[in-house]
């Protein structure tokens, strides 16, 4: 996802900390050898917006929702592929329109009432038939992102919808029927704003009672206090003076029970590492690439997620006409020197991109053309294509880091000293990040080169290569339709294994064309304290810390 999206933001937390805390125990005094402790801390960047994952989008809110509910699908520990999460099954039928799921059996809500198929439509049937404040893109945003529209639209803008039925086949069999194939389904189910909720608190807690208006929300109880779902962690309150989210276990959790009684988490207001270093926090997020071999030195648990992002140097061929030439943008990336920038820029483990998705994704292709540091290549491409003088305008952003982007001045300024160096002069346009410059890059049509990147939502490959190259955009600036009718064709494709070969297919295409440049996959890390064990990072940021322990 791209960081904040121009319809929604998608907040990504800045930083992020572990705690521990001993009861009775002041958070800044406590003692860190305490022989017992029964509550985990974690530090957060800012508060959580809703505790209803189907209104959040923020990661924050979602954060908090990964450990309260679970899903039908999920992705595997550690990774980005799509494994059974409550559902033990997900089966399409010979159209690809009609799955069904095959749910797990004995699950409980932490309200005491069963998980069944009955539950499960109750959750689909309730997003269907959102209506009023509920069918705000600021409220429902993901449901529109993957299924589109609602029973009954209110805004004609938007699409129909992906969603058709959900129908009980049994207990423990429900049957989702979908209006067309895609890729999206059943994959992104796997999102925490998509989790199931108890259909009983729904409707005790008047969960769709919202009010105020499309710019300020006011959400019912079951959205600021009263949660319910299936688990590890159940949801105690939320210390709003303290700025503190209260969760503790869930003793009848149908799986492998939480280790550690109590999970907290708690907003901070300054620096994560220097309280990490006082001993009042025992890890965080995102950890700056600067620091972190200094706190792997140290002896702190250093995490890093497998990348799950891509940089990449678009080029717009509707400016500058010379660039619509292939020899140019193929001079252009071999110009482009990926591994000094890497070697310089970028965290522990991070990779060169040579497709426009990362390496742990299916579909990824290592067989496409590639286009190695040579800038004596790219000045005799330069003039094999006649072009001499050739002058561009390169965007980059300012007030920024993203985990798939350091630092985008130093980045961007050694690739201007790359590019100068085979003859391309170069204006270097800064912008604030939002909006300014990502309405520049994303809906304007005044610039050449710029820096973007995307960090996935889901495990398939459309959620990127499909993101950036499924149509025509201004970003890119060109029409292909061949190249866009086969990516209708791989979105559509029911066969998870043939699409995953036409992904493959895409990949190649998409280098031989060449619309833009990718550059890198960068990873951001956890660190944890020296005496927390058993978290496994994500490339989703779908840590559930009830595998964690104190040694």
Not at 166 to 177: H, S
């Amino acid at each position: 996802m791209r960081a904040p999206r121009l319809k929604t933001a998608i907040a990504v937390a800045a930083a992020a900390a572990l705690a521990l805390a001993a009861a009775g125990c002041a958070e800044s005094g406590r003692d860190p050898e305490a022989p017992k402790k029964d509550t985990l801390v974690f530090g957060v960047a800012g508060d959580a917006k809703v505790l209803d994952p189907s209104f959040a989008s923020d990661g924050e809110s979602l954060r908090v929702a990964r450990q309260i509910f679970e899903t039908l699908v999920q992705p595997e520990e550690g990774g980005a592929k799509i494994v059974p999460g409550l559902a033990t099954s997900f089966t399409p039928d010979s159209t690809g329109l009609v799955w069904t799921f095959k749910l797990k059996t004995g699950v409980k809500f932490h309200d005491g009432t069963d998980f069944n198929a009955e539950a499960v439509c109750f959750n689909f049937n309730r997003w269907f038939n959102y209506s009023g404040l509920l069918q705000s893109p600021d409220v429902s945003s993901y449901w529109q992102d993957i299924f589109g529209g609602f029973a009954k639209s209110e805004d004609p803008k938007l699409p129909p919808s992906l969603f058709k039925s959900c129908t009980v086949k049994g207990a423990d069999t429900a049957e989702i029927a979908i209006t067309s194939v895609t890729s999206k389904f059943p994959a992104a189910l796997a999102l925490p704003s998509f989790s199931m909720s108890s259909p009983k608190a729904l409707k005790d807690f008047e969960a769709d009672k919202i009010g105020g208006t499309a710019e300020s929300i006011t959400y019912p109880k079951y959205a600021t206090d009263s949660p319910v779902g299936t688990g590890a962690y159940k949801f105690e309150a939320w210390d709003r003076a303290n700025k503190v989210i209260k969760l503790t276990k869930f003793d009848n959790y149908h799986g492998e029970k939480a280790k550690i009684k109590n999970l907290h988490f708690k907003t901070l207001t300054g620096s994560a590492k220097q309280s990490l270093e006082a001993g009042d926090i025992d890890g965080y997020d995102l950890v700056a690439p600067a620091d972190q071999k200094a706190l792997k030195d140290a002896g702190y648990n250093l995490l890093p997620r497998p990348a799950f992002n891509i940089l990449y140097l678009a080029i717009n061929q509707s400016g500058n006409p010379a660039l619509a030439k292939p020899e140019v943008r193929q001079a252009i990336a071999h110009a482009i020197n990926k591994k000094a920038i890497i070697d310089s820029k970028y965290p522990i483990g991070s990779e060169v991109a040579i497709n426009f998705q990362p390496p742990t994704v299916p579909g990824h292709n290592p067989g496409v053309t590639k286009y190695d540091y040579d800038p004596t290549k790219a000045k005799a491409l330069l003039a094999s294509a006649g072009v001499t003088g050739l002058k561009l305008k390169f965007h980059y952003p300012t007030e920024v880091t993203r985990p798939y982007m350091p630092a985008p001045k130093d980045i961007h300024e050694m690739m201007v000293a790359d590019l100068k160096a085979v003859g391309i002069e170069v204006e270097a346009i800064p912008l604030k990040w939002n909006p300014e410059y990502l309405n520049a890059v994303q809906t304007g049509k005044n610039h050449d080169l710029h820096l973007l990147g995307w960090t996935g939502d889901y495990g398939d490959a459309y959620n990127f290569i499909g993101t950036f190259f499924d149509r025509a955009k201004d970003e890119w600036g060109f029409t292909n339709q061949a190249l866009f009718d086969q990516f209708k064709a791989a979105d559509k494709e029911p066969d998870i294994n043939k699409r995953v070969e036409l992904y493959k297919a895409l990949n190649a295409e998409l280098l031989k064309f060449l619309p833009g440049v990718p550059i890198a996959h960068g990873p951001n890390a956890l660190v944890l304290g020296k005496n927390v064990t058993g978290v496994k990072p994500s490339p989703l940021t779908n840590e559930r810390y009830a595998s964690a322990e104190f040694k």
